[in-house]
């Protein structure tokens, strides 16, 4: 017989010999892959959830700040929806009920306090993003809960929890200052502007105009939209469009987008322009406030100047004065004409600015808080960068006199004296006296 004879005709048929020896190898075999194939799984879901934790989108603590704000948010539940009513209901009569996004912001708490204070319902949205110290957010967050203020947490170009937040609470209004603040760091992080004082208001108007029914809006412009314009002091009616920051074309852009909502959906739309405000619980990105800071840290401080020694100048508007102005801009505000997307009718579309009317130089600005901190400030005069800023600001402010009835009373060296105080008790503890 030859070799061939111990082949099978049809090679399906063949049997292999069960030795021990075989069966020992195939199980080896078998094992080694299934620890290869659990090491090979472990290592991917390694990679996986280290490339989720390091993600900007789920690290509140990003370094790129363009995408701060697109972090998730829990929101949602009987409870929360319970906290978000109870925040919003109305305590007085015919008070309003009024959604304020940027609440932990500077403007934000003062006007949510003084609501809540006269008896209207509040509700805040903020996205408590890092621009500057989350922490001040968070002590002006606890500040508002005592008042039992209830801040959502979450972004304003986030449309299903706006919608849900609409669908919990009728807001008879919408005081809108959740935006992408500053003047300089536009040239930074310009994406920030964009996605907040653009796409977010638009956004938030969206969801606005759908409401049944839609709430009157007012919201915060800024003072910037003046951009290069020489004409002293500004009108309302001057021309806006020569803008010096990214930061000041969103806030212009914003007016623009209120005209549209306005003219489609019968919106009812008022933008406040802001001069410069300062204040207790202020924004340490803002001079009055880093200065402070530094001249207590024996810093010298950059003061800017223009060409030929010309004077920087702010209408610098103290915050008691802003919320009078914020309050009276709702309380005068008329109903928006539309519901659930359809216009009904012409709507109110206003603009005004809130200004202090008695620019003072930035140097000027130095002195009074040299004296107010006692200390000899190291000066640092230097050419205005060409980085956003204007040379000066001054508000006419006849049109909001006459129909808001708006009349600031502060002047800088009494609402720096209030600022001092404050910064001094929030941050030493008030060991160091005021004057
Ligand atoms: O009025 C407004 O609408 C704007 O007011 C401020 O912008 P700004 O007036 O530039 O306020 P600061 O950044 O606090 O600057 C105040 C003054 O100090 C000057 N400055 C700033 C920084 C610095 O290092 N040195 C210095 O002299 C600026 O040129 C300016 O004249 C806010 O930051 C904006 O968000 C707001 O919209």
């Given at each position: 017989?030859?070799?061939?004879?111990?082949?099978?005709?049809?090679?399906g048929?063949?049997?292999m010999?069960?030795?021990p020896?075989?069966?020992?190898?195939?199980?080896?075999h078998?094992?080694?892959?299934l620890?290869?194939l659990?090491?090979?799984s472990?290592?991917?879901?390694?990679?996986?959830?280290?490339?989720?934790?390091?993600?900007?989108s789920?690290?509140?603590?990003s370094?790129?700040p363009s995408?701060?704000?697109l972090?998730?948010?829990?929101?949602?539940?009987p409870?929360w929806e319970?906290?978000?009513?109870?925040?919003a209901?109305?305590?007085?009569?015919?008070?309003?009920?009024?959604?304020?996004?940027g609440?932990?912001?500077?403007?934000g708490?003062?006007?949510?306090?003084?609501?809540?204070?006269?008896?209207?319902?509040?509700?805040g949205?903020?996205?408590?993003?890092?621009?500057?110290?989350p922490?001040?957010?968070r002590?002006?967050q606890?500040?508002?809960?005592?008042?039992?203020?209830?801040?959502?947490?979450?972004?304003?170009?986030?449309?299903?929890?706006?919608?849900?937040?609409?669908?919990?609470?009728?807001?008879?209004?919408?005081?809108?200052?959740?935006?992408?603040?500053?003047?300089?760091?536009?040239?930074?992080?310009?994406?920030?502007?964009v996605?907040?004082?653009?796409?977010g208001?638009?956004?938030?108007?969206?969801?606005?105009?759908s409401?049944?029914?839609?709430?009157?809006i007012?919201?915060?412009?800024?003072?910037?939209?003046?951009?290069?314009?020489?004409?002293?002091?500004?009108s309302?009616?001057?021309?806006?469009?020569?803008?010096?920051?990214?930061?000041?074309?969103?806030?212009?852009?914003?007016?623009?987008?209120?005209?549209?909502?306005?003219?489609?959906?019968g919106?009812s739309?008022?933008?406040?322009?802001?001069?410069?405000?300062?204040?207790p619980?202020?924004?340490?990105?803002?001079?009055?406030?880093?200065?402070t800071?530094?001249?207590?840290?024996?810093?010298?401080?950059?003061?800017?100047?223009?060409a030929?020694?010309?004077?920087v100048?702010?209408?610098?508007?103290?915050?008691?004065?802003?919320?009078?102005?914020?309050?009276?801009?709702?309380?005068?505000?008329?109903?928006?004409?539309?519901?659930?997307?359809?216009?009904?009718?012409?709507?109110?579309?206003?603009?005004?600015?809130?200004g202090?009317?008695?620019?003072v130089?930035?140097?000027?600005?130095?002195?009074?808080?040299?004296?107010?901190?006692?200390?000899?400030?190291?000066?640092?005069?230097?050419?205005?960068?060409?980085?956003?800023?204007?040379?000066?600001?001054?508000?006419?402010?006849?049109?909001?006199?006459r129909?808001?009835?708006?009349?600031?009373?502060?002047d800088?060296q009494?609402?720096?004296?209030?600022?001092?105080?404050?910064?001094l008790?929030?941050?030493?503890?008030?060991?160091?006296?005021?004057?």
């Amino acid at each position: 017989m030859s070799h061939l004879d111990d082949i099978p005709s049809t090679p399906g048929k063949f049997k292999m010999e069960k030795s021990p020896f075989i069966h020992n190898r195939l199980r080896w075999h078998w094992q080694s892959s299934l620890a290869k194939l659990s090491f090979w799984s472990f290592i991917f879901l390694a990679v996986i959830l280290i490339f989720f934790f390091r993600s900007p989108s789920s690290n509140p603590n990003s370094q790129d700040p363009s995408r701060r704000s697109l972090r998730t948010y829990n929101w949602g539940g009987p409870a929360w929806e319970k906290r978000v009513r109870s925040s919003a209901r109305v305590r007085s009569q015919n008070g309003f009920s009024v959604l304020v996004t940027g609440a932990a912001g500077f403007v934000g708490t003062h006007v949510s306090a003084a609501l809540k204070k006269r008896g209207d319902g509040v509700l805040g949205l903020d996205n408590f993003n890092d621009y500057y110290d989350p922490s001040l957010k968070r002590a002006r967050q606890a500040l508002l809960e005592r008042s039992r203020v209830f801040i959502v947490e979450g972004d304003i170009n986030d449309s299903a929890l706006l919608r849900k937040l609409f669908e919990v609470v009728a807001f008879t209004h919408v005081m809108h200052l959740a935006a992408q603040a500053g003047v300089r760091y536009a040239m930074e992080n310009p994406g920030s502007y964009v996605h907040s004082n653009i796409a977010g208001f638009v956004s938030l108007l969206e969801v606005c105009k759908s409401a049944n029914p839609q709430p009157a809006i007012v919201w915060a412009s800024s003072s910037s939209v003046y951009g290069l314009n020489s004409k002293v002091p500004f009108s309302e009616s001057d021309r806006t469009d020569q803008p010096a920051s990214l930061y000041a074309a969103t806030k212009k852009a914003g007016e623009e987008i209120a005209h549209t909502y306005n003219h489609i959906y019968g919106l009812s739309l008022t933008g406040l322009r802001f001069f410069t405000v300062y204040g207790p619980w202020g924004r340490p990105d803002m001079a009055y406030f880093f200065f402070t800071r530094d001249i207590l840290k024996g810093k010298s401080i950059p003061i800017f100047e223009a060409a030929n020694h010309g004077t920087v100048a702010r209408d610098f508007t103290y915050i008691d004065d802003i919320v009078k102005g914020c309050l009276a801009a709702l309380d005068t505000a008329k109903k928006s004409t539309g519901s659930g997307g359809k216009k009904k009718g012409p709507a109110q579309l206003r603009v005004y600015n809130l200004g202090n009317t008695s620019p003072v130089p930035v140097s000027e600005l130095v002195r009074i808080l040299e004296r107010l901190l006692k200390i000899k400030v190291k000066r640092n005069i230097m050419k205005l960068p060409r980085n956003g800023d204007v040379q000066f600001t001054h508000a006419n402010i006849s049109l909001a006199q006459r129909e808001l009835g708006y009349k600031p009373t502060t002047d800088l060296q009494a609402g720096l004296k209030k600022f001092v105080r404050w910064y001094l008790r929030f941050y030493s503890d008030g060991k160091r006296a005021v004057e």
